[in-house]
């Protein structure tokens, strides 16, 4: 299936949180299509490292910026480089992330920093960039980067699952009013990896039930393709109906007046495996 229009040389990408994992390999595979390339981390030596080892071709143009996604002023800043320097956005992934260790009511500096990198980052990139991408007139796509946390909403890490549920609230309704802007060529997409070996995962070898990042870029690539909104990616453990039977039985908490995250409650542990 060819690939969307916006990823072809001379086409510009503006990627946050490029320095490692999904938005590395993003950034990569941007490169080898020849698209020009403004990418943004706040770990400024990581994200020097990768405009160094990526190879451009003659023309093509590789920008970096430190930018901290919390800070609206910086996000602000990316988007004046991006158009002073290209005078367009083709592709913007809103994609930095962080998380770390927290609970449902301790730990109040991790829920503030993983709300304002994670939620605040992708609002900040929204407001930042989305009129003027609306007012090119050309095909354009904004892709932000969600979690089946912020789905299904696992125990363990309620900051991060709050988060993310954010941004797939937020990328919804970011959608529905693009496609109800008249003439508007920009259509907004929510990335759901899943289980994926980046720099969260910390370990030195990459776990048999994830993918690598580049498998994650290679099923956005097809799903925008194909038109998708939700591109909710497998793994090498979790099937796409695997996933879909987990999303349904988390609805179905709502509609049928189960407990919350019943499927880890031992009533209904046998009811789930049925499902």
């Not at 529905?176 to 008249?182: A, F, K, M, S, Y």
């Not at 497998?234 to 099937?239: G, I, K, L």
Request: charged share 20%.
């Amino acid at each position: 299936m060819p690939l969307h229009e916006v990823f072809a040389p001379t086409k510009v990408a503006v990627i946050t949180g490029a320095a490692d994992g999904i938005g590395r390999a993003a950034a990569e595979r941007y490169a080898s299509l020849g698209m020009h390339l403004l990418l943004a981390d706040i770990h400024g030596e990581r994200l020097a490292a990768l405009a160094r080892e990526l190879v451009p071709r003659a023309g093509q143009r590789v920008l970096t910026q430190v930018v901290d996604v919390a800070r609206l002023a910086e996000v602000v800043a990316l988007k004046e480089l991006a158009y002073r320097e290209f005078g367009r956005v083709d592709v913007l992934m809103n994609n930095a992330g962080t998380s770390q260790p927290n609970t449902a009511w301790g730990d109040l500096d991790a829920w503030r920093r993983i709300i304002e990198v994670n939620l605040w980052g992708v609002v900040h990139g929204i407001h930042a960039f989305t009129g003027a991408m609306v007012a090119q007139g050309t095909p354009a796509l904004i892709i932000n980067t969600g979690s089946k946390q912020g789905i299904t909403n696992p125990p363990g890490n309620p900051a991060y699952n709050l988060s993310k549920a954010g941004v797939r609230s937020a990328s919804e309704t970011l959608q529905h009013e693009l496609r109800n802007t008249p003439e508007c060529r920009v259509s907004a997409h929510l990335l759901v990896p899943g289980y994926t070996y980046t720099g969260f995962t910390q370990r030195k070898s990459k776990p048999d039930g994830a993918w690598l990042p580049a498998e994650v870029i290679d099923y956005l690539l097809a799903a925008l393709s194909r038109g998708s909104f939700y591109i909710i990616c497998p793994d090498n453990e979790v099937s796409s109906a695997e996933d879909g039977r987990r999303m349904r039985w988390a609805a179905g908490d709502l509609s049928e007046d189960r407990p919350p995250l019943s499927r880890w409650h031992p009533d209904y542990q046998e009811a789930y495996k049925n499902s």
